[in-house]
């Protein structure tokens, strides 16, 4: 019979996104770019000149460029998954609003996940298309890395709205950004391997997610194999996408309809 | 409901005297579009709403009032199944609210006390996007926002953005909104709060409309005059309990039959004469910043205070009213 009532919530996120998509796509482009010339090839010009032999085999800029896709989507699902969420709850109210409608708290938080996710796909494309144009990597294999930068960033969607469901202050959710996010988006990889990382600190990188994300992506650019089986990595970003996915629907209930 | 049919009649007949059967009997009638018995919601230990019992007609507009606290939004979040009950029974057109949400919500219309419209969207996109979550079709959608918008006197603010509005087209838009769906039953959680005067003379107005189309009402509110307009029926809650039930009317000449005088001192005064003015009348209320003596002639009791010694700042003379009805059977006052 009728559309899931999820898809209506997509619907409803794409029509509050035609407003603002010009400056959304311009910046999706604008980003990597940025990255692409300070970090790849200025910064790149540094290290590749102290390493001869490049790190794992390949210029820096090449090495650096599909682990930023990753970490971008990363940013990108953490950044979906905490603001409209914290817009649908605390500020305009809106998810107050759907729930008055046939649509049900699983509903809601599916059509939320599958929006956001989608918000990460658009971001990674155009990343992508910008790492084939610096001619880091040709367009298909920098389009097959979207893949696993796709899984991060939703188990990212997952993860931050799962946080913020469960906040009782806004204040939360720029210390996440500050103390999580931003972390894990500097050491897991995508920057420097995490071989230079203190000893101690090498397997705290390895149960994040970016970790993953970012070496499954690498291993599609380079041709080589990743330092984790890709079947473990692929499955670990898939248990956190569904996990934390079904821990945010009790806190929402509790807080939305008590 | 058809908002342009010109053969809706104009006054609709009313059955407000009848009493509805004993519950239980009634649940399933479909004349009954909510049935409650013994309803209470507890939020940890504290008890919002404590067992209250009360039937609600179909085309029949019932009103809760009460303070801020008695229990009113805890009341209309469980009968718009946005919030499961804690115990009794609650049947709401037919339906289970916790079992059948969705089914139930999809028949129900709701003016939420916060507005919660996306305010950087058109009053269009507004719309539209709340009528596909009910799955209606665009074409049918559209259709419906015309039809609405001419309804609340918003057509030429289609496509103005909400946060361009003023607080009373805002909640025009929120009641446009409510009935997207062509509900059964409507309800409002303090339709006019915060609203000026002229902007809720407005809304009463689209509200008593409604009423006269046959559509359920319930409205919850801190203003006697919004009750007294728009309510066939109301109840007055205090502390999560029924303390009053009927028709505004029935309950002033129960309660607070006959007229009210109202009399102001300066400062200080009231403590020292409290005792001359019980001596007015059988029932006199002393508040904060005023006496009230309640009386059968106004005039009589107006001349009786002249002669007296007392000296109050103003007389005023009105009609009793719900306010004064909430003030007899709690001893305070209802709004502040």
Partial sequence: ?258 | MNLHDPRVPNVQPRTGTRRVPPTGIVARVSAIAIHAHALSKRFGDLIAVDAISFDVKKGESFGFLGPNGAGKTSTMRMIGATSPISGGELIVLGLNPDTDGPTLRSQLGVVPQENNLDEELTVHDNLMMYGRYFDMSRAEIRERIDELLDFVQLTEKRDSKIQALSGGMKRRVVIARGLINDPDLFILDEPTTGLDPQARHVLWDRLYRLKQRGVTLIITTHYMDEAEQLCDRVVVMDKGRIVAEGSPRALIDEYAPGEVVELRFPIGVLEEIGGQIQDLASRTEVLADRALVYTGDAEQTINTIRESSLEPETVLARRSTLEDVFLRLTGRSLVE
């Avoid at chain 1, 939320?112 to 658009?122: E, P």
């Avoid at chain 1, 956190?240 to 629907?249: D, E, N, S």
Wanted: glycine share 8%.
């Fill in chain 1, 1 to 258: 019979m009728a559309t899931p009532l999820s898809l209506r919530v997509v619907e409803a996120e794409a029509r509050v996104y035609r407003r603002t998509w010009r400056g959304s796509v311009a910046s999706s482009f604008l980003n990597p770019v940025l990255y692409m010339l300070a970090m790849g090839l200025g910064l790149g010009a540094l290290v590749d000149a102290n390493m001869p032999g490049g790190i794992d085999g390949v210029s820096y800029l090449t090495f650096l460029a599909p682990g930023i896709l990753a970490a971008n989507a990363m940013q990108t699902g953490a950044t979906e998954g905490a603001w409209k969420v914290m817009g649908g709850i605390f500020w305009a109210k809106t998810w107050h609003a759907r729930l008055a409608s046939p649509i049900s708290i699983e509903g809601l938080v599916l059509g939320h996940l599958l929006w956001s996710t989608g918000r990460v796909v658009m971001v990674s494309v155009i990343f992508a298309v910008v790492i084939a144009a610096f001619q880091v990597a040709p367009l298909f294999e920098s389009l097959l890395a979207v893949g696993p930068a796709v899984l991060l960033g939703a188990a990212m969607v997952s993860a931050t709205t799962a946080f913020t469901v469960r906040l009782k202050e806004q204040a939360g959710l720029p210390m996440f950004f500050r103390f999580v996010v931003l972390p894990m988006f500097l050491f897991s990889g995508a920057f420097f391997p995490i071989s230079q990382l203190p000893n101690w600190l090498q397997p705290v990188a390895l149960i994040t997610p970016v970790y993953h994300g970012v070496e499954l992506a690498r291993s599609i650019v380079i041709g080589a194999p990743p330092a984790v089986t890709w079947w473990i990595s692929t499955a670990y970003l898939a248990a956190w996408i569904v996990g934390f996915g079904l821990l945010c629907v009790k806190p929402l209930r509790k807080r939305l309809m008590p």
